[in-house]
């Protein structure tokens, strides 16, 4: 079992059952609409701690995670140990392109930002400072979220799949996407595929 599976180990067992089902507390939010496996959510204000790493898919999850597992573990200035949320989320860089004015047009496709969001009583005050520079503490206001839900395992090919599929739904119903999308996971690693919950995430007018 290498490095990353033996985290994900330490990580899930008292939080999961061996089905995989997270008992961690998760982001809030508020169904707007559902329509099969598509909700709009209205999420509520949030913190999160975040890290890049320049990598392709897989690599650059293992490297975040750790980073980010090792911060809630006690790798911060309180040496405080902070209890696991979920989801997961992991997105591609937007890279910026320069004309009349700044415009985000088109994915980098190598620089990736995953984000462990916080347990709702932190705030930006509160929360322990991160030891490692590469993590930020970030402050997400409440937001408008088209998000589709699908089982399987998470990959970068599944992303751009599901993104796709969202994507025809958004412009199909009226909805106008205003950000990159996102990738959230909710499950261990050794969760039977079926029984997993992986979602894609874009905000929304």
């Given amino acids: 079992m290498n490095k990353l599976l033996v985290l994900l180990?330490?990580?899930f067992l008292?939080?999961?059952s061996v089905f995989g089902m997270p008992s961690v507390e998760e982001a809030g939010y508020d169904v707007l609409k559902k329509h099969d496996t598509i909700q709009i959510r209205q999420y509520k204000p949030l913190l999160a701690a975040q890290t890049e790493v320049d990598a392709s898919y897989d690599e650059a999850s293992k490297k975040a995670f750790q980073r980010?597992?090792?911060y809630i573990s006690g790798n911060n200035k309180a040496q405080q140990k902070i209890a696991m949320t979920a989801p997961v989320i992991q997105e591609k860089q937007s890279e910026e392109i320069a004309m009349t004015a700044p415009v985000f047009q088109e994915k980098s496709g190598k620089t990736w930002f995953m984000s462990f969001v916080l347990p709702a009583d932190y705030t930006l005050a509160t929360a322990p400072v991160p030891l490692d520079c590469t993590i930020v503490l970030k402050?997400?206001?409440s937001k408008k979220v088209a998000v589709l839900s699908y089982t399987g395992f998470l990959s970068e090919q599944a992303i751009d799949e599901k993104t796709s599929e969202l994507k025809s739904w958004l412009d199909a119903n009226g909805y106008k996407a205003?950000?990159?999308?996102?990738s959230a996971g909710f499950d261990p690693p050794w969760t039977l595929s079926f029984l997993r919950r992986n979602e894609v995430h874009i905000d929304v007018e």
């Avoid at 205003?178 to 996102?182: F, T």
């Fill in 68 to 70: 980010l597992f090792d």
């Fill in 139 to 141: 402050e997400i206001p």
């Fill in 14 to 16: 008292a939080a999961c």
């Fill in 178 to 182: 205003i950000s990159s999308p996102r």
């Fill in 9 to 11: 180990n330490t990580l």
